[in-house]
């Protein structure tokens, strides 16, 4: 090799060179970090790998996935047992595993996908269902405000000779959907008649782990009325990547090549199939606690006087600010300026195997002292209107 073309190579790798952990430490400090989620209420994509948990994770295999990896086949293949399916595919996220999913069920459009308008795979997956897979939606509202019914999912869906009409295809459930837990009897009556139309169930189960934990129910149970589950590691489970798909062994391999297409075939994915065996191991059994905590975290704002719009029936509560006077900007504005500052979205209160206890108790405390200062100053609780809001109507008294 020529002098000339060495310097140059050398040059070349100055130049890509990257000492990413002196560039970033200690700027982002993970000690602090923890700390930082231990006290975040936004969502519990948020929560991370423990040392254990990539100590653990590291002991993975190392194969390349798109070849079939083994730690991570034995993942798909126990997730496949435990929800009672034939086979199983790691996803790199809960939108690939739910878009992937409708894909493989929808062969020859026109079609529509059924299901609730607060659903993930309708309203948060940047209009995955017309982009890949030309699908058009028809979102239900529940009249019960709390999950779509027999009677509704009857009414909504298409079918029939009327060609102005997109038949529906798929009908897709979210259990748990804003934390709450769809009754699996209704699961059960919306899939016999959904199933006797010839309509494939989905169930977007990215949560579905805190039904099973709280409920005591299987997964298999739970899993039995859908043809294809999405399960997500990365949320209440707390792994840092990854969702798994569940189905016919047919669907699974069609699954596969769609994931291939999509650009979601992965190469090392031991060392996240190794972090989700560890959070299903030693994470699924924290959330009984979790919910516990979100129930204290419930109980502790009635007792101030705060609205509940969605009860806490695992790790998420909904609360209205406006009861007490104020709104989710000052309640986070408030929160942000705290000696240990608490981190928080709007009515989404989110639980998770990483919140503190303290962080609870330092949240109820903030919203008495804030509940507190608006009665003094003359806030007079309104009475729930017959449409059951009270955000609009709030009343100041002119003291
Ligand atoms: C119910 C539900 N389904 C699917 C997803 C999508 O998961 P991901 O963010 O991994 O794409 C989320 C994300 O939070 C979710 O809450």
Redesign the pocket.
């Known amino acids: 090799m020529s002098a000339t073309l060495e310097k140059a190579r050398d040059t070349v790798a100055d130049l890509v060179k990257l000492d990413i952990l002196s560039a970033t430490t200690p700027a982002f400090d993970n000690d602090i970090t923890r700390k930082q989620i231990a006290r975040t209420f936004i969502?519990d994509?948020i929560t991370v790998p423990t040392k254990e948990m990539y100590a653990y994770a590291t002991l993975s295999s190392l194969g390349d996935d798109v070849y079939h990896e083994p730690t991570t086949l034995e993942l798909e293949a126990h997730i496949a047992k435990i929800t009672g399916k034939e086979a199983g595919l790691f996803m790199p996220?809960?939108?690939?595993s739910?878009q992937i999913a409708l894909r493989s069920h929808l062969k020859q459009p026109p079609y529509a996908v059924l299901c609730d308008h607060r659903a993930?795979i309708y309203k948060?997956e940047a209009g995955g269902a017309g982009f890949h897979s030309g699908a058009a939606v028809t979102p239900l509202i529940p009249k019960n405000g709390h999950h779509i019914t027999l009677d509704e999912v009857k009414a909504g869906m298409i079918y029939g000779p009327d060609v102005h009409f997109a038949p529906t295809e798929v009908v897709a459930l979210?259990n748990t959907l804003n934390g709450t837990i769809f009754p699996q009897e209704e699961v059960i009556a919306i899939s016999n008649f959904v199933h006797s139309k010839g309509v494939k169930m989905h169930l977007?189960g990215?949560?579905i782990w805190h039904v099973a934990a709280e409920t005591g129910t299987s997964l298999e149970e739970l899993s039995r009325p859908f043809d294809s589950v999405s399960l997500?590691f990365?949320?209440g489970l707390g792994a840092p990547i990854g969702?798994c798909l569940v189905g016919t062994r047919e669907f699974i391999s069609r699954a596969r090549r769609l994931r291939k297409l999509f650009g979601g075939g992965m190469r090392q994915t031991g060392i996240l199939a190794g972090s989700a065996a560890y959070a299903l191991t030693q994470n699924f059994p924290l959330l009984p606690r979790v919910h516990a905590l979100t129930r204290k975290l419930e109980k502790g704002l009635e007792e101030i006087g705060v609205g509940i719009t969605s009860r806490a029936e695992t790790c998420m509560v909904f609360y209205d600010a406006y009861s007490i006077g104020t709104d989710y900007d000052e309640i986070a504005e408030r929160a942000s300026k705290l000696s240990d500052p608490l981190h928080l979205g709007g009515s989404r209160l989110v639980v998770h195997i990483q919140t503190s206890e303290q962080a609870v108790d330092d949240f109820l405390a903030l919203i008495a002292e804030i509940a507190k200062e608006k009665k003094d100053a003359g806030f007079v609780k309104p009475t729930t209107q017959a449409n059951g809001l009270v955000r609009d109507v709030y009343v100041r008294r002119s003291n």
Do not use: L
């Open positions: 969502s994509t996220s809960g939108t690939a739910n993930h948060y979210e977007d990215a949560r997500c990365s949320k969702s």
